[in-house]
């Protein structure tokens, strides 16, 4: 594998097996919400087209967001067993290399916080991160409200409603990502089959390739670089970092309830060569008892639906099941030939 250079608009490569062809990518769609009705139509197309964009004058205040990166700082510069304590995994909380709790491992060390209850043990995070998460949620919301708008779908709040919904499962991941200084990876990452290393000395992949399971994702990250996208036809691209706008995700809800139409976006993480990663990533999921279909506002006439029916509690418990890599929304695809 080869890590692509980082620019809003470049030549890329596809890499894999078959004959390579080189394609022109137009770069990361970028969204202005302060221009909502030319912003609809453009967050569908960039749905459909990489299930992925960036979004300026979103109205998350920008004090708030540099106060919890330095609390995020802050944190992960505590000693090992300082963290451990603050915050030790039950599922959730803090956590190193593994990832989920199916063999998965890359180089980051994170902390997962749940939306509805944040740890009140130390004073770290209590009030900022609550603050946080409601102001991107806001975002979100009015996000997904463009979104049904540039659909031509009603009411509007079809799809915002389940972020607002008192009962909704969001979660706040905060990752940290050490400078890749050595392009080897540590000794015993090697032990895992899944841990990607790209070759020619390039930085290894320290987050694997994956989609979000949830409705939307919500990213921001300091000014180093490492996040990467992969197009329609396989080939992966490096999103330009830039600490002050917010990149969306869509998820294999999302994907479920466009009926395909929207593509939940597959990722990864490259390791910066100089600079530590910080980002802070908003999960919005809808309550656990929602039943996730395509929407039938969506639907055209003897359009069939493509996914089974399942409420997010059970999509969920799936996800937890899987290994980071693989395509959980298949298990749930009615031409799958895997029961669920």
Same mark, same amino acid.
């Given at each position: ?63 708030? #967001?540099?106060? +919890?990166? =330095? ?8 000693? *090992?067993?300082?963290? %451990?304590? @603050? ?83 969001? #979660?706040?991941? +905060?990752? =940290? ?8 990876? *540590?000794?015993?990452? %090697?032990? @895992? ?148």
């Amino acid at each position: 594998m080869v890590m692509l250079p980082h620019a809003e608009s470049q030549t890329l490569v596809k890499i894999g097996p078959t004959k390579s062809n080189k394609t022109k990518f137009p770069g990361i769609p970028v969204i202005d919400l302060s221009r909502p009705q030319e912003a609809k139509n453009l967050i569908v197309n960039a749905c459909q087209d990489y299930g992925f964009f960036k979004v300026i004058n979103h109205g998350v205040p920008p004090l708030l #967001v540099s106060e +919890l990166e =330095h609390e995020a700082i802050g944190f992960f510069n505590m000693t *090992e067993s300082q963290k %451990d304590q @603050y915050c030790p995994p039950n599922p959730l909380g803090y956590g190193k290399n593994r990832i989920g709790t199916n063999g998965d491992v890359g180089r980051v060390e994170y902390l997962l916080l749940s939306a509805s209850n944040f740890p009140t043990n130390c004073n770290i995070f209590s009030s900022l991160a609550k603050e946080y998460v409601e102001e991107v949620r806001k975002l979100g919301c009015n996000i997904l409200e463009m979104m049904a708008e540039g659909l031509k779908i009603e009411p509007k709040s079809v799809l915002s409603r389940m972020l607002s919904d008192d009962k909704a499962d969001t #979660v706040l991941r +905060l990752n =940290h990502y050490p400078p890749c200084l050595d392009p080897k990876p *540590e000794p015993n990452l %090697d032990l @895992y089959p899944n841990h990607q290393i790209m070759s020619h000395g390039k930085p290894p992949i320290v987050f694997g390739e994956h989609t979000d399971p949830q409705l939307i994702s919500i990213a921001r990250s300091n000014a180093a670089s490492g996040l990467q996208i992969c197009l329609a036809d396989g080939t992966w691209v490096a999103v330009p970092h830039d600490d002050s706008s917010f990149f969306i995700n869509v998820d294999d809800l999302l994907q479920v309830m466009t009926n395909g139409r929207f593509r939940s976006v597959k990722h990864r993480v490259v390791a910066d060569s100089s600079k530590s990663r910080v980002s802070m990533i908003y999960f919005g999921g809808p309550p656990l008892m929602e039943k996730i279909s395509p929407l039938g506002l969506l639907m055209e006439p003897g359009e069939e639906s493509m996914y089974h029916d399942f409420t997010w509690f059970e999509y969920k418990s799936c996800s937890y099941k899987t290994r980071l890599a693989d395509n959980r929304l298949s298990l749930f695809h009615k031409n799958s030939q895997v029961s669920h």
